[in-house]
C-alpha cells in the first residue's frame, strides 16, 4: 500500500503538504490539493489513524460527546463543531451520552481507546468537581462546551444573562405570575429568578421538574385557575416547551393570551409550531468555533492556565411571547 511520503515524491509535494490535504483541510493551495488527491485515488490510499498514532503521530482524530443527539440543539452543535474541525484538517468522532454518567465515564474511555488528539464535551452536571480529574486521566486536551467547569477550558453561554432576558421580555407582556419548567438547581433557574427579584416582583416563582406528560398536564391544570393574570412560562429547553405547550392546549390555557412560552436553545422546531416559539437563541457557530480554537491552543500549549470563554444569548421574539 502506498504511504503518505510516496504520494509526496509522485505529486512533487512536501509530506506536510500531502497530510493535510488527506487529513481534510481546505488551506492548501486547490492546484496542489486536485494533485495530492488524484495520486492518492490512483493508488487507492488507504488512512490508518491507529498505525500513525501508534508511531506517536497525531491522529487528526476529535472525541465530540454530548448529552442528548436527539435535541435538535446537540445536533446543530455537533454539526458546526465537525465543520469547524475539518478547516483544521480533523475528522470528528460523535458520542452520545443519554444524560446517563456511566454512559459518559465508558464513551471518555473509548475516546482514549481511539487516541484522539482532543476531546470537546458537554457535561452532564457542570458543577461536577470530578470532571477535571477525569479528564486529567484521559491524558488528552479537553475542553467543556455549553457549560463552565471549574478548572478546565470552557465555552458556554451566559445563562444568568440569558434567563434575564427572558425574564425581561415577560415583565414588557405584562405577566404577574411566572412558572419555570426545568431543573431548580439551573442557571437558568437562577437567573430568571435573580432578574425578576431585581424587578421586585413578589410573588415566587414556581417551578416544574421531572414530570411525565400526563403529571405535567395535571400540574398545569391546578396552576392556572379558571380566570386571573397573564403568566410567564420559562421552558428549560425548546423539546420542553413542545411538551408544555401541547399540555396547556389539552387544560384550555391560550398561547400567548393567558400565558407568555418562551423556550431556550431556538432549535427549528420552534419556528414551525403554532403559535411559533419564542426562545433564547445560543450562538451555534460562535461556540463552535470557540470550541474548536480552544482545544487546538490547549495541544499547542498545555500547560497554559484553563480559558473562560462565556458567550451571550439573543431572545428571538415570534407569537409565543
Given at each position: 500500500?502506498?504511504?503518505?511520503?510516496?504520494?509526496a515524491?509522485?505529486?512533487?509535494?512536501?509530506?506536510?503538504?500531502v497530510?493535510?490535504v488527506?487529513?481534510?483541510?481546505?488551506?492548501?493551495?486547490?492546484?496542489?490539493?486536485?494533485?495530492?488527491?488524484?495520486?492518492?485515488?490512483e493508488h487507492d490510499?488507504?488512512?490508518?489513524?491507529?498505525?500513525?498514532?501508534?508511531?506517536?503521530?497525531?491522529?487528526?482524530?476529535?472525541?465530540?460527546l454530548?448529552?442528548?443527539?436527539?435535541?435538535?440543539?446537540?445536533?446543530?452543535?455537533?454539526k458546526?463543531i465537525?465543520?469547524?474541525?475539518r478547516?483544521?484538517?480533523y475528522?470528528?468522532?460523535?458520542?452520545?451520552?443519554?444524560?446517563?454518567?456511566?454512559?459518559?465515564q465508558f464513551?471518555?474511555?473509548?475516546?482514549?481507546r481511539?487516541?484522539?488528539?482532543?476531546?470537546i464535551?458537554?457535561p452532564i452536571?457542570?458543577d461536577?468537581l470530578?470532571?477535571p480529574?477525569c479528564?486529567?486521566?484521559?491524558?488528552v486536551?479537553?475542553?467543556?462546551?455549553?457549560?463552565?467547569v471549574e478548572?478546565?477550558?470552557?465555552v458556554?453561554l451566559?445563562?444568568?444573562?440569558?434567563?434575564?432576558?427572558?425574564?425581561?421580555?415577560?415583565?414588557e407582556?405584562?405577566c404577574?405570575?411566572?412558572l419555570f419548567?426545568?431543573q431548580?438547581?439551573?442557571?437558568?433557574?437562577?437567573g430568571f429568578q435573580?432578574?425578576?427579584?431585581?424587578?421586585?416582583v413578589?410573588?415566587?416563582?414556581?417551578?416544574?421538574s421531572g414530570?411525565?406528560?400526563?403529571?405535567?398536564?395535571?400540574s398545569l391544570q391546578?396552576?392556572?385557575p379558571?380566570?386571573?393574570?397573564?403568566?410567564g412560562?420559562f421552558?428549560h429547553?425548546d423539546?420542553?416547551?413542545?411538551?408544555?405547550?401541547?399540555?396547556?392546549?389539552?387544560?384550555?390555557?391560550?398561547?400567548p393570551?393567558?400565558?407568555v412560552?418562551?423556550?431556550?436553545?431556538?432549535t427549528?422546531?420552534?419556528?414551525?409550531?403554532?403559535p411559533?416559539?419564542?426562545?433564547?437563541?445560543?450562538?451555534i457557530?460562535d461556540?463552535?468555533?470557540e470550541?474548536?480554537?480552544?482545544?487546538?491552543?490547549?495541544?499547542?500549549?498545555?500547560?497554559?492556565?484553563p480559558a473562560?470563554?462565556?458567550l451571550h444569548?439573543?431572545?428571538v421574539?415570534?407569537?409565543?411571547?
Amino acid at each position: 500500500m502506498i504511504t503518505m511520503s510516496e504520494i509526496a515524491k509522485l505529486a512533487h509535494v512536501s509530506q506536510s503538504t500531502v497530510s493535510r490535504v488527506l487529513n481534510g483541510s481546505l488551506t492548501v493551495d486547490p492546484v496542489l490539493r486536485e494533485r495530492v488527491l488524484a495520486c492518492a485515488q490512483e493508488h487507492d490510499y488507504q488512512f490508518n489513524a491507529l498505525a500513525q498514532s501508534l508511531q506517536g503521530s497525531k491522529t487528526m482524530l476529535l472525541g465530540v460527546l454530548v448529552t442528548d443527539i436527539s435535541n435538535g440543539f446537540f445536533a446543530d452543535l455537533a454539526k458546526a463543531i465537525e465543520g469547524e474541525a475539518r478547516k483544521q484538517g480533523y475528522s470528528m468522532i460523535l458520542f452520545n451520552s443519554d444524560g446517563d454518567s456511566e454512559k459518559e465515564q465508558f464513551y471518555l474511555d473509548v475516546t482514549k481507546r481511539y487516541r484522539v488528539d482532543g476531546v470537546i464535551a458537554v457535561p452532564i452536571l457542570q458543577d461536577n468537581l470530578c470532571w477535571p480529574s477525569c479528564i486529567d486521566r484521559l491524558d488528552v486536551p479537553a475542553v467543556a462546551v455549553t457549560r463552565r467547569v471549574e478548572g478546565l477550558d470552557s465555552v458556554y453561554l451566559d445563562h444568568w444573562e440569558a434567563s434575564g432576558l427572558v425574564a425581561q421580555r415577560m415583565l414588557e407582556q405584562g405577566c404577574k405570575r411566572f412558572l419555570f419548567v426545568g431543573q431548580k438547581d439551573s442557571l437558568n433557574y437562577s437567573g430568571f429568578q435573580a432578574a425578576l427579584l431585581e424587578q421586585t416582583v413578589p410573588e415566587a416563582i414556581c417551578c416544574l421538574s421531572g414530570l411525565k406528560d400526563n403529571e405535567l398536564r395535571e400540574s398545569l391544570q391546578a396552576f392556572f385557575p379558571a380566570s386571573g393574570p397573564r403568566t410567564g412560562i420559562f421552558a428549560h429547553n425548546d423539546v420542553c416547551a413542545l411538551r408544555v405547550l401541547s399540555a396547556l392546549r389539552d387544560v384550555g390555557v391560550s398561547v400567548p393570551e393567558r400565558a407568555v412560552l418562551i423556550g431556550f436553545d431556538d432549535t427549528f422546531m420552534g419556528r414551525y409550531l403554532h403559535p411559533a416559539l419564542t426562545s433564547v437563541s445560543q450562538p451555534i457557530p460562535d461556540m463552535a468555533r470557540e470550541a474548536v480554537a480552544c482545544l487546538l491552543a490547549r495541544m499547542e500549549h498545555p500547560l497554559r492556565p484553563p480559558a473562560d470563554c462565556p458567550l451571550h444569548a439573543a431572545l428571538v421574539i415570534r407569537e409565543s411571547g
